[in-house]
C-alpha cells in the first residue's frame, strides 16, 4: 500500500527546512563576525584551533578515476583563524618578568592552536616555493615604570626553558581536581603518597566504575590528585621540581613536586609536549617595537638542519636565534636539569642578518614558531604570509 502525505504536512515539512538552512546560514556569519569584530582573544583562539583540526580530517586529495595516479587537487574545509593585535603590557608598572610572560605566553598559544606539532603539514601546501606561515598575533610592547631596557634574545631563550608552563596529571579524573581509581581501600596510599590522615575514598565515584573499579582515592588537595608529591622540601633534585601553578595546592606547610618527565617548560612544551616542534628567534625585544609571533608548517626539505642536528624528532637544538656577534656555533645555555642547545646563526645587524642567512630560515622540516620583528615579516623574506579569515 502506498503511503501519501497531504499538502499541509508537505509545506510544513519544507518551511522547517527552509528555517533550518537559515539558521545554519546565520550561525556560519555569526562566527565570521566574530573575526571581523573585536572578537575576544580567547574565542578568536578556539574557533582557530578548532577549524585547524577539521581541516586536517576533512583534508582529502582528488586523483583521476581512471589512472588513479594523476592528482586534480584537494578539498578541506577552511582555516578560521585570524591575527589577534596585543598591546602589552596593560599595567603601567609591568616588571621584565611579566613581558617575558607575555610573549612566551603567545608562543605557546600560537603552538596550541595549530596542532601542537602533531599536523604535517597545517596549510596542505608544505613545500619550498609556497613556505607558508600563518602570523598568530602582533605584540606592540610599551615600556613601564619598570620596563625600560631591552631584552637580548639569549636571555629569553632561558626564560622560555627555565619557567614553568604546563605539567602532565597522572590521574584518572574521578575528581573535578584528578583523584585515582582503586578496587580496595588499601590501594589508596600505594596510589597517593600521603599520610593516611589526607586520603580519602568516594566509594560510589560513578567514574571509577565505568573504568571497572570500585572507588575514588582521592584528598583535599590537587598536587596529590593529579600525581605529584606535596612535601617540606624536594625529595630528590635530580627526579623532581617544584610547581606551584594554581590548582596544584599542597598543605600550608608543603610544597607541590612533579616528576621531571611530566614538566614542561614553555620552550619542553613546544619542542616535546606533543609533537616536535622547533623555534626561532630572530630579534631581541625591546619597548616602542611591534613584534610577530608566527607559526610555520614544514618545508619538504632543510639540509642545514640535518647538518647540525635539527631534524624532526632527533631532540637536538631547541632554538635558533640571532646573536649580536660572532660566528656561527653552538652555544649550550643551562637550564637546570635540561640543558638548551641553541645555534647561533646570525651576526650583526637584526635585518642584515635575516638577509644574509635567509636559506636557513625558508627551510624547516618541522613544525616552528618564530618570534620576529612585524617588519621582519611583513617583508616577505621569511614566508608566504597566509591570509587570515577577515582577509579572504
Known amino acids: 500500500m502506498r503511503l501519501c502525505r497531504n499538502k499541509k504536512s508537505l509545506v510544513n515539512d519544507y518551511i522547517i527546512g527552509i528555517l533550518l538552512i537559515i539558521a545554519a546560514f546565520l550561525l556560519i556569519l555569526s562566527i565570521l563576525e566574530i573575526f571581523k569584530g573585536k572578537a575576544e582573544a580567547k574565542t578568536a583562539e578556539a574557533i582557530c ?6 581541516r586536517e580530517k576533512t583534508h582529502t586529495e582528488i586523483y583521476d578515476p581512471v589512472t588513479g595516479s594523476l592528482k586534480f587537487g584537494s578539498v578541506a574545509t577552511p582555516l578560521l583563524c585570524r591575527t589577534t593585535d596585543k598591546y602589552v603590557p596593560e599595567d603601567k608598572n609591568a616588571p621584565k618578568e611579566q613581558v617575558q610572560k607575555e610573549f612566551a605566553d603567545s608562543m605557546a598559544s600560537c603552538w596550541s592552536q595549530f596542532g601542537e606539532g602533531l599536523i604535517d603539514d597545517v596549510f596542505k601546501q608544505g613545500d619550498g616555493i609556497a613556505n607558508n606561515c600563518f602570523v598568530c598575533y602582533t605584540v606592540s ?4 615604570s619598570k620596563f625600560k631596557d631591552q631584552i637580548n634574545s639569549v636571555d ?59 572507588s575514588c582515592c582521592y584528598t583535599d588537595y590537587g598536587c596529590w590528585n593529579k600525581g605529584g608529591l606535596c612535601s617540606g622540601s624536594n625529595p630528590d633534585s635530580s627526579k623532581y621540581r617544584q610547581y606551584d601553578n594554581e590548582g596544584w595546592n599542597c598543605p600550608s606547610n608543603m610544597k607541590c613536586y612533579v616528576k621531571n618527565e611530566n614538566y614542561y617548560t614553555y620552550g619542553e612544551y613546544i619542542q616535546r609536549y606533543s609533537g616536535d616542534g622547533k ?5 631581541d625585544i625591546k619597548p616602542g617595537e611591534t613584534y610577530a609571533i608566527s607559526y610555520g608548517s614544514p618545508t619538504k626539505s632543510c639540509d642545514w638542519c640535518t647538518t647540525i642536528g635539527l631534524s624532526a624528532g632527533a631532540g637536538g637544538a631547541a632554538a635558533v636565534l640571532l646573536a649580536s656577534s660572532g660566528p656561527p656555533g653552538w652555544t649550550i645555555l643551562g637550564a637546570g636539569a635540561v640543558g638548551i642547545a641553541v645555534y647561533s646563526i646570525f651576526k650583526g645587524t637584526a635585518e642584515l642578518g635575516v638577509e644574509a642567512y635567509r636559506e636557513y630560515i625558508l627551510q624547516r622540516n618541522f613544525p616552528t614558531i618564530y618570534l620576529t620583528t612585524l617588519k621582519q615579516m611583513q617583508n616577505g623574506n621569511l614566508c608566504t604570509i597566509v591570509k587570515d579569515i577577515r582577509e579572504t
Open 49 to 54: 584551533k578548532g577549524s585547524v583540526a577539521l
Open 141 to 144: 610592547l610599551r615600556e613601564t
Open 156 to 214: 629569553f631563550t632561558k626564560y622560555l626553558f627555565e619557567t614553568p608552563y604546563k605539567v602532565s596529571q597522572e590521574a584518572d579524573g574521578c575528581k573535578v581536581d584528578g583523584g585515582f581509581c582503586i578496587d580496595s581501600e588499601n590501594e589508596c596510599s600505594s596510589k597517593i603518597r600521603a599520610d593516611t590522615s589526607y586520603l580519602l575514598v568516594d566509594k560510589k565515584s560513578d567514574a571509577c566504575q565505568k573504568k571497572g573499579k570500585k
Open 279 to 283: 623555534m626561532i628567534l630572530l630579534t
